[in-house]
């Protein structure tokens, strides 16, 4: 690693003024300046250097970057950090293991506000963000760490919580999403371009903001002072890949002509972020609801027809926009037959992956064991391979 050192105050115009004029002025004056100069800098504290990034675009990074995993219920837990909603400490061991199993990106969500102190991120907090990142990166995989959840304050989605400001993005979540990036950016600014930036999770219900229009308007708002934010924190953040949320992060939602993208001074480097977990009936419900009834199979031909229709529609957005699709959760959140969750599972992973979109599985330790040996279950393990039942 290169190295540059911090330049100690010069002598001052005093001593200089006495070597010029003394005896030793003239040449073997500046030799002496020279030598008591370069003592003093080779003796100083060397100084952060940023690491050097590859020049790559958001399209091309996108086919180094599949598939993804999610490390999920961890670092975005609101109870008790990292383990209070039942994973095991994560480990470098299991770091690791991803990268043998296949997966070329880790996203890390992460509840920042939760376990901050007085809106300031602890240094407890950054060194454990800090050694998991150091992790997925030394293994040679991409990371993505975000503002997850964290108690729904970037759109008050908790009415009892916030009756004043529900659903809204108020002033002092404006104010408080500026200070979280500023410090979480200005934090990573030497890293290279494999560590993301991701501004929220799916904290985007604006509807109280008083019509669609103004509710779109609201998420625009954010994601510009998420890219804005960013882009001055230093370092490398000038040229970082950041991923925006859609509206919701759902595909219909987003491809509206009311979403704007936001501006950025760089070309090139960012991702759109999309959730997917359609059709909910079969993906996330156990039994039936006064809503809607109980989906328990999938793969029937109308079936592969919404999933492509959907993904058909995205990828016409993507393309219009000239920004790659990032996935960055699907997963089966219900107990249904096996078959018909590898179909649904390795159907979305495809999809996205012959639409040059990047698929990141969510995963709270079941899809992949978080204990020795790590391995991933069998769906997982057949997604992996792209077989299609």
């Given at each position: 690693?290169?190295?540059?050192?911090?330049?100690?105050?010069?002598?001052?115009?005093?001593?200089?003024?006495?070597?010029?004029?003394s005896k030793?002025?003239?040449?073997?004056?500046?030799?002496?300046?020279?030598?008591?100069?370069?003592?003093?800098?080779?003796?100083?504290?060397p100084?952060?250097?940023?690491?050097?990034?590859?020049?790559?675009?958001?399209?091309?990074?996108?086919?180094?970057?599949?598939p993804?995993?999610?490390?999920?219920?961890?670092?975005?837990?609101?109870?008790?950090?990292?383990?209070?909603w039942?994973?095991?400490l994560?480990?470098?061991?299991?770091?690791?293991?991803?990268?043998?199993?296949?997966?070329?990106?880790?996203?890390?969500?992460?509840?920042?506000?939760?376990?901050?102190?007085?809106?300031?991120?602890?240094?407890?907090?950054?060194?454990?963000?800090?050694?998991?990142?150091?992790?997925?990166?030394?293994?040679?995989?991409?990371?993505?760490?975000?503002?997850?959840?964290?108690?729904?304050?970037?759109?008050?989605?908790?009415?009892?919580?916030y009756?004043k400001?529900?659903?809204?993005?108020?002033?002092e979540a404006?104010?408080?999403?500026?200070?979280?990036?500023?410090q979480?950016?200005?934090?990573?600014?030497?890293?290279?371009?494999?560590?993301?930036f991701?501004?929220?999770?799916?904290?985007?219900s604006?509807?109280?903001?008083?019509?669609?229009?103004?509710?779109?308007?609201?998420?625009?708002?954010?994601?510009?002072l998420f890219?804005?934010?960013?882009?001055?924190?230093?370092?490398?953040?000038?040229?970082?890949?950041?991923?925006?949320?859609?509206?919701?992060?759902?595909i219909?939602k987003?491809?509206?002509?009311?979403?704007r993208?936001?501006?950025?001074k760089?070309?090139?480097?960012?991702?759109?972020?999309?959730?997917y977990?359609?059709?909910?009936?079969?993906?996330?419900?156990?039994?039936?609801?006064?809503?809607?009834?109980?989906?328990?199979?999938?793969?029937?031909?109308?079936?592969?027809?919404?999933?492509?229709?959907?993904?058909?529609?995205?990828?016409?957005?993507c393309?219009?926009?000239?920004?790659?699709?990032?996935?960055?959760?699907?997963?089966?959140?219900?107990?249904?037959?096996?078959?018909?969750?590898?179909?649904?599972?390795?159907?979305?992973?495809?999809?996205?992956?012959?639409r040059?979109?990047?698929?990141?599985?969510?995963?709270?330790?079941?899809?992949?064991?978080?204990?020795?040996?790590?391995?991933?279950?069998?769906e997982?393990?057949?997604?992996?391979?792209?077989?299609?039942?």
């Amino acid at each position: 690693m290169v190295r540059i050192f911090k330049k100690t105050p010069p002598m001052s115009d005093m001593i200089m003024n006495k070597i010029i004029k003394s005896k030793w002025g003239g040449y073997f004056g500046e030799i002496l300046i020279f030598l008591l100069l370069l003592g003093s800098t080779q003796a100083a504290t060397p100084a952060p250097v940023a690491a050097p990034t590859k020049s790559l675009d958001a399209w091309t990074a996108a086919g180094l970057m599949a598939p993804g995993i999610n490390i999920g219920n961890t670092f975005d837990n609101t109870a008790h950090w990292e383990t209070g909603w039942g994973s095991p400490l994560i480990t470098k061991d299991f770091i690791d293991s991803l990268a043998r199993t296949g997966f070329k990106t880790v996203r890390l969500p992460v509840a920042w506000d939760t376990f901050a102190d007085h809106g300031k991120i602890t240094p407890q907090e950054f060194q454990r963000i800090d050694e998991v990142v150091n992790w997925i990166l030394d293994a040679g995989m991409f990371c993505v760490i975000n503002i997850h959840w964290d108690g729904g304050w970037i759109d008050s989605d908790a009415k009892e919580r916030y009756p004043k400001t529900y659903h809204t993005f108020s002033p002092e979540a404006k104010i408080k999403f500026r200070s979280y990036w500023k410090q979480i950016a200005s934090h990573y600014a030497d890293k290279n371009e494999k560590l993301i930036f991701e501004g929220f999770n799916e904290e985007s219900s604006f509807d109280n903001e008083g019509s669609t229009q103004k509710a779109y308007a609201a998420l625009a708002r954010v994601n510009q002072l998420f890219v804005n934010t960013v882009r001055k924190s230093g370092g490398n953040n000038a040229k970082r890949f950041l991923i925006i949320p859609g509206y919701t992060t759902d595909i219909d939602k987003t491809c509206r002509e009311e979403y704007r993208l936001p501006k950025d001074k760089v070309s090139g480097k960012l991702f759109l972020s999309i959730h997917y977990y359609v059709p909910w009936p079969f993906v996330g419900m156990n039994g039936d609801a006064s809503w809607a009834k109980m989906q328990p199979t999938w793969g029937s031909k109308e079936d592969v027809k919404q999933l492509n229709d959907l993904f058909d529609k995205l990828e016409h957005f993507c393309t219009s926009n000239n920004i790659p699709a990032f996935i960055g959760e699907f997963s089966m959140c219900s107990n249904k037959e096996k078959d018909s969750r590898v179909r649904w599972t390795t159907a979305v992973y495809q999809a996205a992956l012959n639409r040059k979109m990047v698929p990141v599985l969510w995963d709270i330790g079941s899809a992949v064991s978080r204990v020795p040996p790590y391995a991933p279950n069998e769906e997982i393990s057949d997604m992996l391979r792209g077989k299609l039942q």
